[in-house]
């Protein structure tokens, strides 16, 4: 009976050590940033948000694009978007953009 019970604590604490790794992929804060593109390429976008930072981006398999237009190819300089990213990522993956309407300043 103590062996059993040793071995579903061992088994209990295993599975506990274990979530985190799985949680921490699964919650991963997602970030948004807004900007107008800079620069495009079939694999990578520099996004510019006209306040002095320029983020890149790099198109991930799951890559969604949504709003005025809906696909990577689609996409043009002078585009404004807001890109959804993962904290952990290096380097940042755009795994949701969202094209918006033109500004009416350019």
């Known amino acids: 009976m103590r062996k059993l019970a040793r071995i579903l604590t061992l088994a209990a604490a295993g599975?506990?050590?274990a979530i985190p790794v799985f949680v921490l992929d699964a919650?991963?804060?997602m970030r948004e940033f807004?900007?107008?593109i800079d620069?495009?390429?079939s694999k990578k976008m520099i996004v510019d948000n006209r306040k002095g930072d320029k983020v890149s981006?790099?198109?991930a398999d799951e890559t969604v694009v949504e709003g005025e237009k809906t696909s990577w190819g689609d996409i043009k300089?002078?585009?404004w978007?807001?890109?959804s990213w993962k904290m952990i990522d290096k380097p940042r993956k755009a795994y949701k953009i969202v094209v918006l309407p033109p500004k009416e300043d350019d």
């Open 77 to 79: 300089k002078k585009d």
């Open 15 to 17: 599975a506990l050590l």
């Open 57 to 59: 981006f790099v198109k």
């Open 39 to 41: 620069t495009i390429s």
């Open 81 to 83: 978007v807001n890109v």
């Open 34 to 36: 807004t900007g107008r």
């Open 27 to 29: 919650t991963a804060q």
